[in-house]
Structure formats: C-alpha cells, structure tokens
C-alpha cells in the first residue's frame, strides 16, 4: 500500500517539475541500470567513465545525488572533488616558468666546499661563492651540503664531573645533648673531591650566622659557582642575598627530596652512625671537639662501601671549622 501512494505522489510531482530536471534525472536512472547490467556476479565495478557522467550530472544538476541508489552522494562529491584537484594540477604543471635550477658544477662545489672545510657552514659557503661571482641565495646552499653526523653529546655523568669543582653542598642536622638542647651542625661540602670545606655549631641558626659561615668558608674570590641547599626555612632572605652578592648561584631541591642533595646528606648520615650515635653530647664544645676529631680521623676519610660507591663516588672529608 505505501509503495503504491509512494508511486501516486511521484507520478503528480512529476507534472509540476520542468522536462531538463526530469530527462537528467532519467539519464541517472537509466546509466545505473546498465552498470547493473553488465556487471557478472560479485562485487561490483564502477569504471572512469561512470564516475565522469555522474559527477558532469552533479556539476549541472546537483539534484541527481537523490537518484544515485548504486554509490552514495558522499562519494560522488569526493569523485568530483578529487577530479577538481587533477585538472588544477593540470593547469598548474611545470611550463619551464619560475626561479632556474643551479647548475650542477655549483652543486658540486657547494659539496667539495663544505668537505674540504668542516667548520663552514651555508653563510660562510655564501659568502665564498659570491665572491666567486656565482650568484645563488643562502638557502639554496644550505639545501645542497652534504650530510654530515653530529657531534656525540657526552653522557649525563661526564657531564656533572665536569662540573664538580664549580658545586658546593650546604645542609644542617640536629644533636640532643644529655639536658636535651638542640645543637645545630653546619657542613658544607665540595663536590670534586668530596670534602669538607667548612663546619661549624650553633643553637640559634640566624640568618646572618649562616650568612657569616657563607663568608668564613669562601674568602676572597673562592666562592664556587653554585651553592646546592634544600628548602629549610633558615636559609632565608638575608642568606639569599649574601650569597647572590658573593655571585653564587642557588640550587635548590625539590620539597622532601634528599636524594636530590645525596653527598652531603651521606656525610652527615656517616657522621651519626660512625660517631654521634655512639656518645652523648653535654655542651657546644664537646660537640665541636668531637665533630672536628670526626672529621679528620681516619673512620671519616675511609672510602664508602660499594654500593654507595656505585651510586654516589667517594668522598674525602678534611677538618674545618
């Protein structure tokens, strides 16, 4: 039944519609009809030709996408925007028009040029090459070089051992003494050899304490160049600006990472296992005694173990304070 109404509505919009819509629209039809017609069983192939008349009939009549029943409007729009893409490529060929090619002989030099000098690059080749009255821009030099490997970076760890001697490490850890004061040690360590440069003691870590050890420990002009600390509230203002004025530059550590400070933190750790662990501190003199005589015995100076070793190198420590 509703095929029937279908055909009865088409049948009277056919007598309003104008005869060009109605023939184009039965050209489609009747064109898909002997596609189907000649097709043997399988599936089904559309040559070049069936996709010219199709997209021609969209070109003029974009309205025959509705009759299309064997591939869909989709592709009919892509057919014909690819066939678009063709004939301006077309149009747009080569006709021995736009900028000459450089000569072979000039590539050739170009090439023989960058060889025979390593350390040239294409502005310098440029250069030559003009004064040779070959006219050619920069760019197209540097398009016809040769290829040529790059220099090896070095690895991570040459490249901190290169730069040992320019860092220093500065931490501070806690000693209870017997009527339970707190005692505050200050070490500062260099990278290179992995000694102490300077430690002293306090009960109250001011700023401009720290400050003072910052220029007892580098007199004159051997302040290193970078200062590697954590975020302890101590090293505050006050610090930051005398060590900016001593033209060091601050490292600072990432929150709750000694890992990222290990040789210091290993000096002190040492220090607690080897000796503060093994007393009981009664006043500051006794613990600056003991932690110079700590410092400079042999137990402190012995190399750690392998497996430090293997992680964090060795360490020297000298006496300071």
């Known amino acids: 039944m509703i095929t029937i109404v279908s055909a009865v509505v088409s049948a009277l919009c056919f007598r309003f519609r104008r005869r060009a819509s109605l023939e184009l629209e039965l050209v489609a039809l009747r064109h898909q009809l002997a596609v189907l017609r000649r097709q043997r069983p399988g599936r089904l192939r559309i040559f070049a030709t069936d996709r010219l008349l199709w997209m021609?009939?969209?070109?003029?009549?974009?309205?025959?996408?509705?009759?299309?029943?064997?591939?869909?409007?989709?592709?009919?729009?892509?057919?014909?925007?690819?066939?678009?893409?063709?004939?301006?490529?077309?149009?747009?060929?080569?006709?021995?028009?736009?900028?000459?090619k450089v000569s072979s002989e000039t590539r050739d030099l170009?090439?023989?040029?960058?060889?025979?000098?390593?350390?040239?690059?294409?502005?310098?080749?440029?250069?030559?090459?003009?004064?040779?009255?070959?006219?050619?821009?920069?760019a197209t030099v540097g398009r016809y070089l040769p290829w040529r490997p790059k220099v090896p970076s070095p690895t991570w760890r040459t490249f901190l051992q290169n730069h040992m001697t320019d860092i220093v490490a500065v931490d501070m850890f806690v000693v209870a003494t017997a009527t339970f004061r707190l005692f505050y040690a200050l070490i500062l360590l260099g990278h290179d050899r992995r000694r102490i440069i300077h430690f002293n003691v306090t009960q109250n870590p001011t700023q401009a304490w720290l400050s003072r050890q910052m220029t007892e420990a580098f007199p004159w002009d051997t302040a290193p160049r970078y200062l590697l600390r954590d975020r302890d509230a101590a090293f505050g203002?006050?610090?930051?600006?005398?060590?900016?004025?001593?033209?060091?530059?601050?490292?600072?550590?990432a929150p709750r990472c000694p890992w990222q400070n290990p040789y210091v933190e290993r000096i002190i750790g040492s220090i607690r296992r080897e000796c503060l662990d093994h007393i009981i501190i009664f006043n500051e003199r006794q613990l600056r005694r003991v932690l110079s005589d700590a410092v400079g015995t042999p137990i402190a100076r012995r190399p750690p173990h392998r497996s430090q070793r293997a992680r964090f190198g060795h360490w020297a420590p000298t006496s300071g304070g």
């Open 110 to 138: 170009i090439r023989q040029m960058s060889m025979a000098n390593p350390l040239w690059g294409a502005p310098r080749i440029h250069g030559e090459l003009l004064k040779l009255g070959i006219e050619v821009s920069q």
């Open 56 to 100: 021609w009939l969209y070109r003029i009549w974009p309205r025959a996408l509705n009759a299309m029943v064997l591939v869909k409007p989709a592709t009919v729009i892509q057919w014909h925007r690819k066939g678009f893409r063709l004939y301006w490529r077309w149009r747009s060929r080569s006709r021995s028009v736009g900028r000459p």
């Open 237 to 253: 203002q006050g610090f930051r600006d005398r060590v900016h004025a001593m033209g060091v530059k601050e490292v600072v550590t």
